[in-house]
């Protein structure tokens, strides 16, 4: 009987080790940093995206210059097989956008920030 209960209270734990295991590797809104005077307001989107990861993209992201156009304006300069668009720019670079997966209207993973 004692062994039965110990198989169970294992069992228990794996499960929830499991399930907490697979809500950290979701989407996230990450802490707000800032480059240039500015606030970024970071988040990733769905899985296989860390804040930090997401964050040293993003650096690298603000470098790009654009010409603000209109919404989405393309980034060239984003990590392989994501879609990356400019949402806003300020001062010649892409103060805000998203990188991801998917469609934008329905992203499967990736990340996103905006300045303010």
């Known amino acids: 009987m004692k062994r039965t209960i110990a ?3 294992v069992a228990c734990v794996a ?8 809500a950290a590797r979701a989407g996230r809104v990450c802490a707000t940093f800032h480059q240039g005077g500015i ?7 769905g899985t296989g995206w860390t804040c930090a990861s997401a964050k040293s993209w993003i650096v ?3 470098g790009d210059r ?3 156009t209109g919404k989405n304006i393309p980034l060239k300069n ?4 994501l879609h990356c668009i400019a949402d806003d ?14 469609t ?3 992203p499967v993973s990736g990340f996103a920030w905006i300045n303010g």
Do not use: Q, W
């Open 7 to 9: 198989i169970l209270v």
């Open 60 to 62: 690298k992201l603000l």
């Open 89 to 102: 720019s300020l001062r010649g670079h892409a103060s805000s956008g998203t990188c991801f997966k998917g």
């Open 78 to 81: 984003g990590p392989a097989g």
């Open 15 to 22: 499960c929830v080790a499991a399930s907490t295991a697979g």
């Open 39 to 45: 606030a970024y307001h970071p988040e990733t989107i």
């Open 104 to 106: 934008l209207a329905f």
């Open 66 to 68: 654009v010409t603000f």
